[in-house]
Each structure stands twice: as C-alpha cells, then as structure tokens.
C-alpha cells in the first residue's frame, strides 16, 4: 500500500520503494535511516530482486550480499583499481588505455585492444545520436504506443523531446521524478528493436524460448553436453542451424512456442545487426555477421 502511495505521487519505483520501506519502518535511528538510503542504490537494487524472485518461486538457493568496494556504480572519476565500469568506459573513450589498464584484468584489457586495432569496437552512447534523434522525430504518438513501456505520457515526452538538437540533450528533457535515465535508455531501443507490447506480455507469460550460448571453454564443453539432454528449451549455439530447432518442434521432439521463438530470436539478430553496424570500418560491420552464426571457443592451455 505504501509503495503505491508513493508511485501515485510521480516517483520513480527504486525511489518509491525507498520512502515505502522507511515509512513502513518508522524508525529515526540515523544508522538505519541510511541503510534505507542505500536500498535505492543500482546494485541493491538489483539484490532485493533478486530475493524477491527467490522467495516467489521458492527457491532453496542461499543469497549472500558482498560489499562493494571502490567506486559507485555511475562514478566518473578514477579511482585506481577499484574504478566503476562507468569511468573506465570513459578512459578508454579518452584513449587513456593506460589508466583503464590499472583497473581491469589483463584478460579483458587484451580483448579491448584486439578490437580496437580491428575497428570492431568499443561501441559508445555517442556512436548512435545520429541515427536515434532522426529516428525519434520520424514517429508519432500512435507509433509509440505500439511499443512496450510507453506509458503515462512517455510518447508524447519522447514525440516532443526529439526536437532537442543532441542526445545528451532529449535524455535530459525525457527523464523526469517518475521515469529514470536507465529506463528512458531502455525504452529506446523499443521501436527500433519492434518490442512490442504483446511480444514482451507473451514472453513475461512463455519465458525465453531457447538458450543461445555465446562463449564456452573445455569445462563449458562437457557442461553443455549434459545439460542439453535434460533442458526444457532449446540450447542454440550455431545460430544458422536455428530452423532445425524449428522441425524439432513441429515434430514434438521439444515444445516451444514456434512463434515466439521466431519473434525473440529476430530481435536477437537484429540487435547484433544494429551494433555491429556502429563499428569503425566498413569491413568490420561486414564481419559483424560473424557474431550471428560463430560461437566463441576458448581453448584452454594445458
């Protein structure tokens, strides 16, 4: 009920969960005031769904809360080694590699650099401006409310907010009390990727339709090769091979929603298609078809 409250007075949910669990506490010790404070923090967040979804379906998994050290989730500053993912993305798009490099692993700094020399990447907020503003100003409220999430006047906030002159800009002329930048983020992607309102409501209901594993090593190998015996859904890892998955399921052999997992896996190509598209080089957005057919294979040294 309080929850409710709060979210009929314009709040973002994060926030008016926030103010619900401090009223419903009625406490004034300073100490748990700010534990309350720290709920409406990214990863906690993400932690109280966690436990939410773990109780829901009565799971018998174990939750365990780790401290974050270091930097908060959206700090833009350097801070060494325990950098957030928000600032190291801003050194390395500053060409600052060797700053970056004292925050990431050695592993993952190596796969960065590989697809920078390509041109294969990294991909930026700023990559896609060009396309979205355009894009934004090509729809109108009734091509908005097709989608997914664009509710409580999002069309008509996105609609009037594409006449700002840069990304930054309409983000900020977006977001307001009630909808955050993340969820505003989200929401962009919606027209472009054709998340229509009744494909997620199926999906909420259906679940995903297949697994589709983008990575493995030899341990990952054997895992996989038990697994795929007893899963439900289909686990793809070559993607061109997708139609088998459909004959299998019109044979009874696996049951799936054909429909549905058509609908998914389209926008899981064309996701790839989008991104790879913002590459540096020509060549490098060729290749980018690679990521729909190729699954990763790490071999590991002996």
């Given at each position: 009920?309080?929850?409710?409250?709060?979210?009929?007075?314009?709040?973002?949910?994060?926030?008016?969960?926030?103010?619900?669990?401090?009223?419903?506490?009625?406490?004034?010790?300073?100490?748990?005031?700010?534990?309350?404070?720290?709920?409406?923090?990214?990863?906690?967040?993400?932690?109280?769904?966690?436990?939410?979804?773990?109780?829901?379906?009565?799971?018998?998994?174990?939750?365990?809360?780790?401290?974050?050290?270091?930097?908060?989730?959206?700090?833009?500053?350097?801070?060494?080694?325990?950098?957030?993912?928000?600032?190291?993305?801003?050194?390395?798009?500053?060409?600052?590699?060797?700053?970056?490099?004292?925050?990431?692993?050695?592993?993952?700094?190596?796969?960065?650099?590989?697809?920078?020399?390509?041109?294969?990447?990294?991909?930026?907020?700023?990559?896609?401006?060009?396309f979205?503003?355009?894009?934004?100003?090509?729809?109108?409220?009734?091509?908005?409310?097709r989608?997914?999430?664009?509710?409580?006047?999002?069309?008509?906030?996105?609609?009037?907010?594409?006449?700002?002159?840069?990304l930054?800009?309409?983000?900020?002329?977006?977001?307001?009390?009630?909808?955050?930048?993340?969820?505003?983020?989200?929401?962009?992607y919606?027209?472009?990727?054709?998340?229509?309102?009744?494909?997620?409501?199926?999906?909420?209901?259906?679940?995903?339709?297949?697994?589709?594993?983008?990575?493995?090593?030899?341990?990952?190998?054997?895992?996989?090769?038990?697994?795929?015996?007893?899963?439900?859904?289909?686990?793809?890892?070559?993607?061109?091979?997708?139609?088998?998955?459909?004959?299998?399921?019109?044979?009874?052999e696996?049951?799936?929603?054909?429909?549905?997992?058509?609908?998914?896996?389209?926008?899981?190509?064309?996701?790839?298609?989008?991104?790879?598209?913002?590459?540096k080089?020509?060549?490098?957005?060729?290749?980018?078809?690679?990521?729909?057919?190729?699954?990763?294979?790490?071999?590991?040294?002996?």
């Open positions: 009920d309080l929850l409710k409250k709060h979210l009929k007075t314009g709040h973002s949910f994060p926030n008016a969960r926030k103010y619900a669990l401090r009223d419903f506490i009625h406490s004034e010790n300073a100490a748990l005031s700010h534990r309350i404070e720290e709920i409406g923090s990214s990863n906690n967040i993400l932690g109280v769904e966690y436990l939410r979804a773990i109780q829901e379906i009565k799971s018998k998994m174990t939750p365990h809360s780790i401290m974050r050290v270091g930097a908060s989730y959206t700090d833009e500053e350097h801070r060494g080694e325990f950098s957030s993912a928000t600032a190291i993305r801003r050194l390395i798009q500053n060409g600052d590699i060797e700053s970056a490099s004292q925050s990431m692993p050695k592993e993952s700094l190596d796969v960065i650099l590989r697809e920078i020399r390509s041109g294969r990447g990294p991909v930026f907020k700023e990559n896609v401006e060009s979205f503003i355009p894009f934004f100003r090509l729809l109108s409220r009734e091509d908005y409310s989608y997914y999430g664009f509710v409580e006047g999002l069309d008509a906030r996105f609609q009037e907010c594409s006449m700002e002159g840069s930054e800009r309409f983000l900020r002329c977006v977001k307001s009390k009630r909808f955050t930048l993340s969820r505003i983020r989200r929401l962009m919606y027209p472009v990727l054709r998340f229509t309102d009744n494909l997620i409501r199926k999906s909420n209901e259906l679940g995903p339709q297949y697994i589709r594993v983008l990575a493995f090593n030899e341990r990952g190998r054997f895992h996989l090769s038990r697994i795929k015996r007893s899963m439900k859904i289909p686990v793809i890892t070559t993607t061109s091979l997708w139609r088998k998955v459909v004959d299998k399921s019109l044979k009874e696996i049951k799936i929603d054909v429909d549905l997992f058509e609908a998914q896996l389209k926008r899981d190509f064309t996701a790839v298609s989008f991104y790879s598209s913002l590459y080089y020509p060549e490098s957005r060729a290749r980018g078809s690679d990521l729909l057919s190729q699954v990763v294979y790490h071999r590991q040294e002996r």
